[in-house]
């Protein structure tokens, strides 16, 4: 017995549709943006020295009375910790960008208080 072949549809197929989700990034950033970050223990930063920051603003406030071996700590070249949590924690990947060039931890204190003037909502 010979096997079976399928019988050919009379229908010819329908190509399939696809949907391109377009998303403006700059609407998306404006609503990042417009919204204060703070984020549960889960997620927030613990320093070596017991100190835990839920936002930009805290984290901020936090390395202008940090010790230098504290921040020196964190901001290793190889690890470059506060850089991380602000990009990828926070999602503020311009501002963590600017934080990789501060030497001290006033200088990134000041990076971010800069960042969050000029991302302020106006």
Not at 69 to 83: L, W
Request: charge should be positive.
């Amino acid at each position: 017995m010979a096997p079976r072949t399928p019988a050919k549809s009379s229908v010819a197929p329908q190509p399939k549709k696809t949907v391109k989700k377009v998303v403006s990034k700059k609407v998306a950033t404006k609503l990042a943006l417009s919204i204060p970050i703070e984020v549960s223990d889960d997620f927030a930063f613990w320093a070596i020295d017991g100190q835990v920051f839920h936002s930009l603003a805290a984290l901020a406030r936090g390395l202008k009375a940090m010790q230098g071996r504290v921040y020196r700590y964190h901001a290793d070249s190889e690890y470059q910790d506060f850089a991380k949590w602000v990009g990828e924690v926070l999602g503020e990947k311009a501002c963590a960008k600017k934080i990789l060039s501060a030497k001290t931890a006033v200088a990134a204190a000041k990076v971010i208080d800069t960042y969050n003037k000029s991302h302020a909502k106006k």
